[in-house]
């Protein structure tokens, strides 16, 4: 007889270990309670428009979110003005890159198979039956549509997963945010006393993960001809991998912001899983926008280096995104390569993202688990350990009773941190509107549009 799947018991302990309040401030519930505790899974991504239609309304909405672009306060009346602006004029170019690839973004596609395969690997290896739902920063199902879905389910133990490996104050950071409102304004429904939480801010370095992208790029190099690779250069390596990051600015990292040196990490561990006698690694960083310093270097500089150096054959990685959407299909697979090629790389690969693999899929799972049996860490905590020391804590926080040190002194030095996100949130907006106003001027003088903003 096969062996049955073990199911773990929610104990009252690792439940309330999910409140982030002291466990003795707090009554615990009777086992039948814990018993019937019901689980959720809530996968936060960024969203896309799935039709031509709604591209404008999506910009809108990156666009208002003062994570994308930070205005100093005299001027945050006009963030609503701007996003108009901006998402009226970006809408044109950027619809058409959408078409260009099918004519909306998968993204929402690979998030809900992602999300039943998750539920179906809980159930098949643990024994768990979940319930996962999927929360879109800036287009349906928003945050706040899966909120609701969850409050109906009857939800009252939940997992929350970014899919976003690598956490940046704009990408996990925003969507955690709104997270933080939503269960400060409602804390009737989402308190202690209705559901419990703990979040997963990151995962960039989980052997599983990890592994699934070395299994996919060792794939791409298997694939070189030997032809191919007698076109390399004597003396050289002939085979190259360039991880493609999305970049954020520089102020950010200045201000705290973990996400390059969690980049770091993780392309250094996924390189130990490679080859290492015939094979050269690289880092760059795309999609950056306007006069304000980026992280370097950017992918559209390092290919012309690359094909000047001879190199022949390469895989592309797209280290920062686990589902196809408009930065892989579109800027890497098709103005990349284009790059690539006109630079003398003869011999293009990309690895493709992750979406469905088996491994990364059974590695959400094991993620998920262990955050059930671990001690948690709420979204506000989440928050504060990973610098976003701006967020508006004060309501949830008096609300719940938790404390700026978080647990275990977690966030202790989160005044410092805001008053250096201020000050970088005053260089930001002056650049922002620098940069809205130079582009208006170029455009008026070319005709032409400027490169897409953020890949969209």
């Known amino acids: 007889m096969p062996e049955q799947p073990h199911k773990p ?13 002291p466990l003795d401030t707090i009554t615990p519930p009777t086992p039948l309670e814990a018993e019937e505790s019901k689980v959720g899974v809530l ?4 969203g896309g428009p799935e039709t031509g ?9 990156l666009f208002a979110d003062p994570d994308i672009i930070r205005l100093p306060g005299p001027l945050a009346p006009l963030q609503s003005a701007i996003a108009l602006f901006i998402s009226k004029r970006r809408a044109p170019k950027s619809r058409a890159a959408y078409e260009s690839i099918g004519g909306g973004s998968p993204i929402l596609k690979y998030s809900n198979a992602q999300a039943t395969l998750l539920t179906d690997s809980l159930k098949r ?7 996962a739902y999927i929360g879109m920063r800036y287009w349906h199902p928003f945050t706040e549509e899966a909120l ?35 269960f400060s304004k409602h804390a009737d429904k989402y308190g202690p006393s209705k559901m419990v939480h703990t979040v997963v801010p990151s995962w960039y370095d989980r052997p599983g993960y990890v592994n699934a992208m070395a299994n996919l790029i060792r794939k791409e190099l298997d694939s070189f001809t030997p ?37 770091q990490e993780c392309v250094a561990k996924i390189s ?5 006698d015939n094979v050269e690694i690289h880092l760059s960083y795309q999609s950056r926008v306007g006069p304000i310093e980026w992280l370097r270097p950017y992918t559209d500089d390092v290919l012309p280096e690359l094909g000047e150096q001879g190199v022949k054959n390469l895989v592309v990685v797209p280290i920062s995104f686990v589902s196809e959407h408009i930065e892989t299909l579109e800027e890497i697979d098709i103005e990349y390569r284009e790059l690539a090629e006109d630079s003398g790389i003869t011999n293009w690969r990309r690895c493709p993202a992750l979406n469905t693999d088996t491994a990364f899929i059974d590695d959400m799972a094991d993620m998920v688990m262990e955050a059930l049996s671990e001690p948690s860490q709420s979204v506000t905590e989440a928050c504060v350990a990973n610098n976003c020391g701006d967020v508006q804590l004060e309501s949830i926080d008096e609300r719940l009773s938790i404390t700026n040190a978080g647990v275990g002194g977690v966030g202790a030095e989160s005044e410092l941190i805001a008053a250096r996100l201020k000050e970088t949130e005053r260089i930001n907006g002056r650049a922002a509107i ?20 953020l890949g969209f």
């Open 9 to 21: 018991s929610l104990s009252p302990t690792r439940l309330l270990a999910a409140t982030a309040l």
């Open 43 to 46: 996968l936060l991504n960024l």
């Open 53 to 61: 239609d709604d591209v404008e309304g999506f910009l809108y909405n």
């Open 125 to 131: 290896r643990y024994g768990l039956e979940v319930n």
């Open 148 to 182: 609701s879905e969850i409050q109906k389910d009857g939800i009252n133990a939940l997992v929350i997963v970014p899919l976003y490996p690598q956490f940046s104050i704009s990408t996990s950071g925003s969507s955690l945010r709104v997270l933080q409102e939503e």
């Open 227 to 263: 032809e191919e690779l007698a076109e390399a250069p004597p003396g050289t390596k002939q085979k190259h991998v360039l991880f493609s990051a999305h970049g954020v600015p520089r102020s950010y990292i200045e201000a705290g912001d973990p996400y390059q040196a969690q980049i």
């Open 272 to 276: 130990e899983q490679l080859p290492q």
């Open 434 to 453: 620098l940069l809205i106003l130079g582009t208006i001027f170029l455009e008026l003088l070319s005709g032409r549009s400027m490169t897409h903003l």
